[in-house]
């Protein structure tokens, strides 16, 4: 029964926020947002104390709960485990604590963090490494799917879909996405979660807390035959039969040992009662130091004996894709605009500055997701590497947009009205005379400064001394807003004819 309601509830929190990252329509984050802001690693970030404060009372009370149910890159392990046990069953045995591993890695993540190369250190961090997956890779299949159906709806006189651009908004984090994905896929098919309890850093902090959890899985020695059932169906491979302990550093509370024992020698119970069993069957500080061996592996021993492997296919197919041709008025072919280099990124209104986007962005994706323009893309720059940056080829930042900052559960994108956008200053527009179709072809064109919507953009004659000479920007900095608008309506081809240069920090017009 207990295994059965952990299933129900991992089955909903891992379903809704999958479809944070596959809904491209924005409603699924009303009312099931804060799945992503109640993650351990963002709420940390954002400084949530509740969050915090909630999840570590929580591993307190019922142990590692979190990796098995809120947890979605823990439940996607569980899916693939799963499968490989529908393949071999029984195939698991207990295997020996490798802290020394496990606390390298951990303590490796929080310099990496320190020392300002967080983009990097997330590659492994749960939450994150899972919104690349379902962004990367889940979001285009869904897509596709929703694409399909809108096509056999207008042939049906129906609007009830509409399709979407399926495209990869950055080649390296689809990459790192395949690569995380490919390795977990492979990894939790043969051991488990293993990688939840050698290399995840939210399972290292949350292993230590679970270790006093009031709840915890418990052996009766009376009614244990030694028949191994239970660690042969543990994937935290955390159950040590012979000596009738757990690891409870390692154990998720997936409840399988519990559903699998037909001797019910196994129960979810409080740890006085634990103790209390543990006289009866000997002395509690006997148990205790059994269970610290256990839990502990003999350390270097079991070091010694096995290596840390890790299974990784790299499968990295060579993303061909079919350009569309694009006709201006069924005569001209129009080029596809290319990104200018720019000597700051461009980061979203509610950022404030580059600093902050470091320190607090997860690379998620979760902010590229939902964005309706389709402006913000993955960098792919090595200092902050899988994190949010504004590109204008496709769209520009809309200033009635805010969905971004709506849906940031780390901080690195601050929650910012729609007024306040409005007055935000990302950027500053530039222009480059070489690209202008006014001095490159000799016509008429105003479309910077039409659609711009803070105004700062004028038309002044090319040549001042000429009252019919031509017109071409002025751009007023002071009150540009760096949305984007003029670079992405610039009808110069590849390179706009105006761009805009991001700002390290953002200001107030």
């Given at each position: ?107 490796i993540f929080c310099l990496t963090l320190a020392l300002g190369f967080g983009s990097l250190a997330l590659i492994i961090a749960p939450y994150s490494a899972y919104g690349r997956i379902a962004q990367n890779i ?217 600093r902050n986007m470091a320190a607090r962005c997860t690379g998620c994706q979760l902010c590229v997701a939902v964005c309706p323009s389709q402006v913000l893309r993955p960098s792919a720059s090595l200092t902050n ?125």
């Amino acid at each position: 029964m207990l295994r059965k309601l952990r299933i129900i509830f991992a089955a909903i929190f891992f379903s809704l926020i999958t479809l944070l990252f596959l809904d491209f329509t924005g409603t699924i984050h009303a009312w099931a947002g804060w799945m992503a802001k109640i993650q351990f690693l963002p709420a940390v970030l954002a400084l949530n104390a509740g969050v915090v404060v909630g999840l570590v009372i929580l591993t307190l009370l019922f142990g590692r709960i979190y990796c098995s149910v809120i947890c979605p890159l823990g439940v996607m392990q569980d899916i693939f485990a799963w499968g490989g046990g529908r393949h071999k069953k029984n195939r698991f045995k207990f295997r020996p604590a490798k802290p020394v591993i496990r606390w390298t890695i951990f303590v490796i993540f929080c310099l990496t963090l320190a020392l300002g190369f967080g983009s990097l250190a997330l590659i492994i961090a749960p939450y994150s490494a899972y919104g690349r997956i379902a962004q990367n890779i889940l979001a285009p299949i869904w897509q596709w799917g929703n694409n399909l159906l809108a096509y056999f709806a207008e042939r049906a006189d129906s609007y009830a879909f509409y399709s979407t651009d399926v495209w990869i908004r950055g080649l390296g984090t689809f990459v790192i996405a395949v690569i995380t994905l490919l390795t977990l896929a492979v990894w939790s098919w043969y051991r488990g979660r293993q990688y939840c309890n050698t290399v995840c850093p939210v399972g290292t902090i949350l292993g230590v807390l679970s270790r006093f959890s009031l709840l915890k899985p418990v052996i009766n020695r009376e009614k244990c035959i030694n028949c191994n059932l239970c660690a042969r169906n543990c994937k935290s491979s955390c159950i040590d039969v012979k000596r009738h302990a757990i690891d409870y550093s390692r154990c998720v509370v997936c409840m399988d040992c519990i559903d699998v024992c037909n001797k019910g020698a196994i129960s979810y119970t409080w740890r006085r009662e634990a103790t209390q069993t543990a006289d009866t069957q000997g002395s509690a500080s006997q148990q205790q130091t059994e269970q610290n061996k256990a839990e502990q592996g003999k350390g270097g021993e079991g070091i010694s004996r096995s290596t840390f492997i890790v299974t990784a296919g790299i499968l990295t197919a060579s993303a061909v894709k079919a350009q569309e041709m694009k006709l201006d008025g069924g005569y001209a072919t129009l080029a596809d605009k290319i990104a200018p280099p720019r000597r700051n990124a461009i980061l979203p209104a509610g950022s404030l500055a580059a600093r902050n986007m470091a320190a607090r962005c997860t690379g998620c994706q979760l902010c590229v997701a939902v964005c309706p323009s389709q402006v913000l893309r993955p960098s792919a720059s090595l200092t902050n590497f899988m994190q949010p940056h504004l590109s204008f080829e496709k769209g520009y930042c809309r200033p009635e947009c805010n969905k971004c900052s709506e849906v940031c559960p780390a901080g690195a994108i601050k929650p910012i009205s729609v007024v306040e956008k409005s007055s935000t200053q990302i950027g500053h527009a530039v222009w480059v005379k070489k690209n202008c179709v006014v001095v490159t072809d000799d016509v008429d064109c105003d479309n910077c400064q039409r659609h711009c919507p803070s105004a700062a953009i004028t038309m002044v004659a090319l040549d001042p001394k000429d009252e019919k000479s031509r017109k071409i920007p002025a751009i007023n900095t002071s009150l540009c807003i760096g949305c984007g608008a003029c670079e992405a309506l610039c009808p110069a081809r590849p390179f706009s004819a105006i761009y805009v240069e991001g700002h390290l920090s953002h200001k107030t017009i």
